[in-house]
Nanobody, 123 residues
Framework: QVQLVESGGGLVQPGGSLRLSCAVS????????IGWFRQAPGKEREGVSC????????YYTDSVKGRFTISRDNAKTTVYLQMNSLKPEDTAVYYC????????????????WGKGTLVTVSP
Protein backbone atom coordinates (compact mmCIF):
# COMPACT_ATOMS: atom_id res chain seq x y z
CA GLN A 1 0.00 0.00 0.00
CA VAL A 2 1.42 3.35 -1.04
CA GLN A 3 1.56 5.97 1.67
CA LEU A 4 2.78 9.53 1.63
CA VAL A 5 2.99 11.48 4.87
CA GLU A 6 3.85 15.16 4.94
CA SER A 7 5.34 17.00 7.89
CA GLY A 8 7.09 20.24 8.68
CA GLY A 9 4.35 22.78 8.18
CA GLY A 10 3.68 25.57 10.61
CA LEU A 11 3.53 29.29 11.19
CA VAL A 12 6.44 31.40 9.99
CA GLN A 13 7.01 35.11 9.52
CA PRO A 14 7.53 36.61 6.07
CA GLY A 15 11.10 36.09 4.98
CA GLY A 16 11.44 32.98 7.09
CA SER A 17 12.11 29.37 6.13
CA LEU A 18 10.51 25.98 6.53
CA ARG A 19 11.44 22.52 5.35
CA LEU A 20 8.66 20.15 4.45
CA SER A 21 9.20 16.40 4.40
CA CYS A 22 7.30 13.72 2.53
CA ALA A 23 7.85 10.17 3.72
CA VAL A 24 7.07 7.73 0.92
CA SER A 25 6.43 4.04 1.45
CA UNK A 26 5.10 1.18 -0.63
CA UNK A 27 5.97 2.77 -3.99
CA UNK A 28 7.92 0.27 -6.03
CA UNK A 29 7.96 1.60 -9.57
CA UNK A 30 11.32 2.28 -11.16
CA UNK A 31 10.23 5.40 -13.03
CA UNK A 32 8.18 7.86 -11.04
CA UNK A 33 7.99 11.39 -9.82
CA ILE A 34 7.30 12.94 -6.46
CA GLY A 35 5.66 16.34 -6.54
CA TRP A 36 4.66 19.05 -4.12
CA PHE A 37 1.36 20.81 -4.65
CA ARG A 38 -0.40 23.50 -2.66
CA GLN A 39 -3.89 24.82 -2.27
CA ALA A 40 -4.61 28.19 -0.74
CA PRO A 41 -8.04 29.09 0.64
CA GLY A 42 -10.44 29.82 -2.19
CA LYS A 43 -7.93 28.90 -4.87
CA GLU A 44 -7.30 25.91 -7.07
CA ARG A 45 -4.55 23.48 -6.29
CA GLU A 46 -1.29 24.25 -8.08
CA GLY A 47 1.86 22.31 -8.73
CA VAL A 48 4.84 23.76 -6.91
CA SER A 49 7.79 21.48 -7.51
CA CYS A 50 8.64 17.99 -8.67
CA UNK A 51 11.53 15.55 -8.92
CA UNK A 52 11.88 12.55 -11.21
CA UNK A 53 13.33 9.23 -10.10
CA UNK A 54 15.34 8.34 -13.21
CA UNK A 55 17.48 11.45 -13.54
CA UNK A 56 16.65 13.61 -10.50
CA UNK A 57 15.52 16.39 -12.80
CA UNK A 58 13.54 18.99 -10.95
CA TYR A 59 10.77 21.38 -11.80
CA TYR A 60 9.58 24.57 -10.09
CA THR A 61 6.65 26.81 -10.76
CA ASP A 62 7.75 30.34 -11.57
CA SER A 63 6.54 31.88 -8.32
CA VAL A 64 8.90 29.76 -6.19
CA LYS A 65 12.00 29.59 -8.40
CA GLY A 66 15.07 30.70 -6.51
CA ARG A 67 13.30 30.34 -3.15
CA PHE A 68 12.26 26.68 -2.94
CA THR A 69 14.45 23.60 -3.40
CA ILE A 70 13.26 20.03 -3.79
CA SER A 71 15.53 17.15 -2.87
CA ARG A 72 15.45 13.61 -1.59
CA ASP A 73 17.52 11.36 0.61
CA ASN A 74 19.80 8.67 -0.77
CA ALA A 75 17.38 5.92 0.11
CA LYS A 76 14.75 7.77 -1.93
CA THR A 77 12.22 7.32 0.84
CA THR A 78 11.87 10.96 1.82
CA VAL A 79 11.45 14.01 -0.37
CA TYR A 80 12.06 17.46 1.03
CA LEU A 81 10.91 20.92 0.06
CA GLN A 82 13.15 23.62 1.47
CA MET A 83 11.25 26.88 1.41
CA ASN A 84 13.16 30.12 1.94
CA SER A 85 12.18 33.78 1.75
CA LEU A 86 8.59 32.83 2.41
CA LYS A 87 5.85 35.26 1.48
CA PRO A 88 2.26 35.56 2.72
CA GLU A 89 1.10 34.32 -0.68
CA ASP A 90 2.86 31.01 0.03
CA THR A 91 0.25 30.31 2.70
CA ALA A 92 -1.52 27.07 1.75
CA VAL A 93 -1.95 23.43 2.53
CA TYR A 94 0.97 21.64 0.93
CA TYR A 95 0.53 18.13 -0.41
CA CYS A 96 3.02 15.64 -1.74
CA UNK A 97 2.03 13.20 -4.43
CA UNK A 98 3.53 10.32 -6.37
CA UNK A 99 2.93 8.90 -9.80
CA UNK A 100 4.28 8.09 -13.22
CA UNK A 101 4.88 11.18 -15.35
CA UNK A 102 2.77 11.42 -18.48
CA UNK A 103 4.64 12.46 -21.63
CA UNK A 104 7.62 13.24 -19.42
CA UNK A 105 5.79 16.00 -17.56
CA UNK A 106 6.94 15.76 -13.97
CA UNK A 107 3.79 17.01 -12.27
CA UNK A 108 1.43 14.91 -14.37
CA UNK A 109 0.15 11.45 -13.62
CA UNK A 110 0.05 11.85 -9.86
CA UNK A 111 -1.93 8.97 -8.43
CA UNK A 112 -1.13 8.85 -4.73
CA TRP A 113 -1.57 11.77 -2.36
CA GLY A 114 -0.75 12.65 1.19
CA LYS A 115 -3.16 14.41 3.52
CA GLY A 116 -1.28 17.69 3.50
CA THR A 117 0.46 19.99 5.92
CA LEU A 118 -0.50 23.61 6.54
CA VAL A 119 1.98 26.40 5.96
CA THR A 120 1.00 29.84 7.22
CA VAL A 121 3.18 32.85 6.47
CA SER A 122 2.12 35.78 8.59
CA PRO A 123 3.72 38.55 10.70
Amino acid sequence: QVQLVESGGGLVQPGGSLRLSCAVSGFTRDYYAIGWFRQAPGKEREGVSCIKSNDDRTYYTDSVKGRFTISRDNAKTTVYLQMNSLKPEDTAVYYCAAGTPLFGLCLSGMRYWGKGTLVTVSP
